[in-house]
């Protein structure tokens, strides 16, 4: 079965070669040949290969005289080295000089198999993100989600389901997953598409200003309630309303809500004129609510309304098959924004991404890649370009190692986290808010609780 990734074999050993070629071909691989360094260099300048699998003992110029100029022409292209003089300096002066794996002759045809499936594993990325794109605009061509993992595959089949009805839903997944964008999808795919789609974040606001704007007010309702406004939900009417962050809301809004789904009615703020509402109504919680019930913070009825579709967004570090889809997606984007022609990233770049934990999810992906951009001279960003992930990426690899430094609280390490992150923002409450995957109003909560100004 064809995989369409080619890899350029280069070996001034003709038998070795040619065998080489026949095997690796068998497997699926599309071959080019090379006999010397050289000529794999000329063969770089004219294509980019998906990985070159390259002798280290050649006549004219070697294996590693032509990886280094390789890695010039292109970096982003994996080479694995081969030898029949193994030795320890050897394999490390091949890997100091950018090489992906280190292979030794006679080799190993299953230990070959696995090197090549692993290197080219996140190679022909552009296609692959193409084509998904191509896909996923049959289905939602006003709006661009990024996933090819079984998790994520299962989430859109169901979205596609439902956007044509006319069902509540309630989207659930950790801050930063995407919620937003999976409300999006619902709406412009639904019948309601050409009618307005309001969004409102209910942690942002206090219980006062919320029932105003969700619900409008009349004149003189309150101080500076100098005329009457229309709410989001009039806004909204033949479309769709999005609140985010429902477990939010105060109790008594939690009614007033309840009500609005049972009655499709609302009345403005010190008015008392009963007005119909036509609104589809996508509700979204970084919460368990199952749980938030339980501690009584949020009303059982109230969920049954919300929850007649029930949507779960997985966290980043359970779909990271698309990491490398979103990686390359949030690199296009800001390096076009950035004016910057920046293609890639090197393999090793690359697997850092994939071994991080992320714990602010797709949201802190998209701020890393697009600070990696930012600061990056370079064509293809670099494992140096990602040195700021390095304190997490060796915690992330397996949760048994994770310590915490000596003597250090928690809340030490938070208030400092915070503290840090707005001194990089310069003290912008809501990008800070943005950073730490948190909303602006636990931010303020925080800074509170730590007695920081602000």
């Known amino acids: 079965m064809k995989t369409s990734q080619s890899i350029l074999v280069v070996d001034d050993d003709v038998a070795h070669r040619l065998m080489l070629k026949k095997l690796i071909g068998s497997w699926g691989y599309e071959i080019s040949e090379a006999e010397d360094g050289s000529v794999a260099i000329s063969e ?31 970096p982003a292209i994996p080479v694995i080295i081969m030898t029949a003089y193994a030795s320890v300096e050897t394999a490390v002066n091949a890997l100091k000089k950018g090489a992906y794996d280190y292979l030794t002759k006679p080799l190993d045809f299953d230990e070959l198999k696995i090197a090549i499936a692993r290197a080219t594993e ?4 552009k296609k692959e993100n193409e084509y998904l794109r191509e896909r996923l605009g049959e289905r939602f061509d006003r709006q661009s989600i990024i996933g090819q993992s079984p998790a994520m595959v299962k989430l859109l089949d169901t979205v596609s389901q439902v956007a044509a009805t006319e069902a509540t839903i309630l989207i659930t997944g950790e801050s930063g997953t995407g919620k937003e964008m999976i409300a ?39 101080t500076g309630a100098d005329r009457k406004r229309e709410g989001k939900f009039r806004q909204a009417d033949g479309g769709s309303i999005f609140l985010d962050e429902v477990s939010e809301m105060s109790p008594s809004m939690q009614v007033k809500l309840l009500r609005v789904l049972q009655e499709r009615e609302i009345t403005r703020v010190g008015g008392s004129e009963v007005l119909k509402i036509n609104v589809r109504v996508i509700a979204a919680s970084n919460k368990d609510l199952k749980k938030e019930m339980g501690k009584g913070r949020f009303r059982e009825d109230l969920f049954y309304r919300l929850n007649v579709v029930a949507l779960h967004v997985p966290p980043l570090h359970a779909r990271r098959e698309d990491i490398p889809l979103l990686a390359q997606h949030f690199l296009n984007l800001f390096a076009e924004k950035n004016h910057k022609g920046i293609k890639g990233f090197t393999p090793q770049a690359m697997e850092k991404l994939l071994k991080y ?20 001279r370079a064509e293809y960003l670099s ?7 390095s304190a997490d990426t060796a915690a992330a690899e397996t949760s048994e190692q994770i310590s915490l430094p000596e003597n250090v609280p928690l809340e030490e390490m938070e208030k400092r986290t915070i503290l840090e992150t707005l001194q990089t923002v310069g003290g912008n409450k809501s990008e800070a808010a943005r950073r730490l995957g948190i909303t602006r109003k636990t931010l303020r909560a925080k800074l509170d609780k730590y007695q920081v100004g602000g």
């Not at 770089?44 to 022409?73: C, H, T, Y």
């Not at 996140?122 to 990325?125: A, T």
């Open 44 to 74: 770089v300048q004219k294509r980019a290969f998906d990985l070159i699998l390259m002798d280290i003992r050649m006549l004219n110029v070697s294996g590693i005289e032509a990886l280094e100029q390789i890695k010039v022409i292109n």
């Open 184 to 222: 999006n999808a619902i709406h412009y795919n639904s019948q309601r598409a050409g009618a307005p789609f309001i969004k409102i974040n209910c942690a942002a606001l206090t219980e006062t200003l919320l029932e105003s704007e969700l619900f409008g007010h009349e004149k003189g309702a309150f």
């Open 383 to 389: 494992v140096d370009d990602l040195a700021f992930l």
């Open 357 to 376: 934990s992320w714990p602010g999810n797709v949201r802190e992906l998209m701020n890393a890649v697009e600070r990696a951009v930012v600061l990056s």
């Open 122 to 125: 996140h190679s022909g990325l």
